[in-house]
């Protein structure tokens, strides 16, 4: 796979992350799952693609944007735009 077919494949599954952010923490077992498989994906091409360092926190912070929803909107907002200028 190339780094640019990964990068959309990245952006692919962070997008649907976005339509699945878990709203309890019995939601966030199974999305922290998801996030697993972007972060795997991440950890063998990030230097290849230029991930920003928001989008590893976005994936590991469920619990907080859960707790805190202005930290989860500020959280969410700075992600979209990361991705916005990455894609």
Do not use: T
């Amino acid at each position: 796979m190339s780094a640019v077919d990964e990068k959309n494949l990245v952006l692919a599954c962070l997008r649907r992350l976005f339509e699945s952010e878990p709203a309890s923490v019995e939601q966030a077992s199974g999305w922290y799952q998801r996030a697993e498989f972007i972060k795997d994906v991440l950890r063998s091409v990030s230097y290849e693609i230029g991930v920003s360092h928001v989008i590893w926190h976005y994936l590991d912070d469920a619990d907080i944007r859960i707790r805190d929803p202005r930290y989860a909107e500020a959280q969410v907002l700075a992600v979209r735009q990361s991705i916005d200028e990455w894609a």
